[in-house]
């Protein structure tokens, strides 16, 4: 399909809108998994990582809320401008590929919010008492539902190579 240049120029403010709040989520998700939280265990107190872990998600949860709001939106123009989603052949990769992305991606800001609206906030009132069992639970829940949303993470990328890699042979 041609595009004129007002519709090149949305279209490619809409990707690129869409690509920084995947990069601005995604890599967070990543510095906190693989970075902050193994150096914060090993470096401060329950009560001091807390405090760092409260700074760090009080700006994580406002940008998570922000990238899913500007996937939301841009999805739906990107979606509205491309000639692709006129026919969603569940035969074709590509649409195969970009529905498994997207139910990856729902899953993904399920997740998300169990994290910064469960797991941390248990957490951090565990933290503010001190060492205990219920606290080392609670520090294994956040690891692991960490670990889940970097796996979530790495397959939604992975979808998305294929869709590149397949609107690029056609």
């Not at 609206?117 to 606290?135: H, T």
Request: overall charge positive.
């Amino acid at each position: 399909m041609d595009y004129t240049s007002s519709e090149l120029a949305i279209l490619s403010a809409m990707n690129w809108l869409h690509l920084l709040a995947t990069v601005m989520w995604i890599g967070g998700v990543f510095i906190n998994v693989l970075v902050l939280s193994p150096a914060a265990k090993e470096s401060l107190e329950p009560p001091m990582m807390m405090r760092l872990w409260g700074g760090v998600m009080k700006r994580f949860r406002m940008m998570v809320y922000v990238c899913i709001g500007v996937f939301i939106g841009t999805g739906i123009v990107m979606m509205y401008m491309n000639s692709a989603y006129e026919t969603f052949d569940f035969g074709d990769t590509w649409t195969l590929f970009l529905v498994l992305k997207h139910i990856f991606v729902l899953i993904l800001i399920i997740v998300g919010i169990y994290m910064l609206q469960s797991v941390f906030p248990k957490l951090a009132k565990l933290a503010a008492k001190g060492p205990s069992p219920e606290l080392a639970k609670a520090e294994k829940r956040q690891r692991v539902v960490g670990a889940i949303s970097l796996i979530l993470c790495v397959i939604i990328l992975a979808f998305t190579a294929v869709n590149g890699a397949v609107s690029a042979l056609v």
